[in-house]
Nanobody, 120 residues
Framework: QVQLVESGGGLVQPGGSLRLSCAASGATLDSYAMSWFRQAPGKRQEGVACISSNGGDTVYADSGKGRFTISRDNAKNTVYLQMNSLKPEDTAVYLC?????????????WGKGTPVTVSS
C-alpha cells in the first residue's frame, strides 16, 4: 500500500517558482511511474507531468512544457515538480499519483494535494 503526501505549495507571484515534493511511504517508488495532476475550481482535472519508474522518460502537458520539470529520487522515495515562470492560470491544487504507466487509468495511488496560488 502506497501513501503519498505532497508539500511545497503556497502563494507565489507571477513569474516566480515553486518546487513541489511528493513523499511516499508504505512502499518504495522504484517500480512506479509517478505523475502530477492539478485541479482548479471550475476546471477539469489536468495531467501536468509524468516520469517513468527509472526516471528515463518524462511527459509534460503543453501547459507546463518548458516551465515545469518532473524528477525523482528513488533513494529518498520522493518525486518533485519544479515549476518556473508561474502564471495565474497555474493556480490549482496539485496532486501526485503513482501507478503502472503514464496515463490517468494507470495511476493507482493518489495524494491529497497541495494548493498553489499564483497571484500578485
Amino acid at each position: 500500500q502506497v501513501q503519498l503526501v505532497e508539500s511545497g505549495g503556497g502563494l507565489v507571484q507571477p513569474g516566480g517558482s515553486l518546487r513541489l515534493s511528493c513523499a511516499a511511504s508504505g512502499a518504495t517508488l522504484d517500480s512506479y511511474a509517478m505523475s502530477w495532476f492539478r485541479q482548479a475550481p471550475g476546471k477539469r482535472q489536468e495531467g501536468v507531468a509524468c516520469i517513468s519508474s527509472n526516471g528515463g522518460d518524462t511527459v509534460y502537458a503543453d501547459s507546463g512544457k518548458g516551465r515545469f520539470t518532473i524528477s525523482r529520487d528513488n533513494a529518498k522515495n520522493t518525486v518533485y515538480l519544479q515549476m518556473n515562470s508561474l502564471k495565474p492560470e497555474d493556480t490549482a491544487v496539485y496532486l501526485c499519483a503513482a501507478g503502472s504507466w503514464c496515463a490517468l487509468e494507470g495511476m493507482n495511488y493518489w495524494g491529497k494535494g497541495t494548493p498553489v496560488t499564483v497571484s500578485s
